[in-house]
Nanobody
């Protein structure tokens, strides 16, 4: 399994970005793609997950109402739409894969086995 995250960048407060996680080599229907972020000097935080097969999804309270997670199954891609961005959202964002349904494991880091490289999101005030 390989994951490729993309879409990060520099935006102003209130702006939007769309992150994508392209997955390859997944041979099971029962999996979740999670999104995590790590700000400088802070622990990594789980923000969202989605299981493409049944569409089940989860968003952390800290991003609910501003972030949206979706999938394009034909492209094996899970996207994270970031709206109303705040400086506190500045972080490296990672996607990861787990062989569990999203609603079971949510975005709990220890359940995820394969990680993509991060993509930097910077929100200026």
């Amino acid at each position: 399994v390989q994951l490729q995250a993309s879409g990060g960048g520099l935006v102003q407060t209130g702006g939007s970005l769309r992150l994508s996680c392209a997955a390859s080599g997944i041979t099971t229907d029962h999996y979740a793609i999670g999104w995590f972020r790590q700000a400088p000097g802070k622990e990594r935080e789980g923000v969202a997950c989605l299981s493409p097969t049944d569409g089940s999804r989860y968003l952390a309270d800290s991003v609910k109402g501003r972030f949206t997670v979706s999938s394009d199954n034909a492209k094996n891609t899970v996207s994270l739409q970031l709206d109303s961005l705040e400086p506190e959202d500045t972080a490296v964002y990672y996607c990861a894969e787990a062989r569990w349904n999203c609603l079971v494991i949510r975005a709990i880091e220890s359940w995820y086995d394969v990680w993509g490289q991060g993509t930097q999101v910077t929100v200026s005030s």
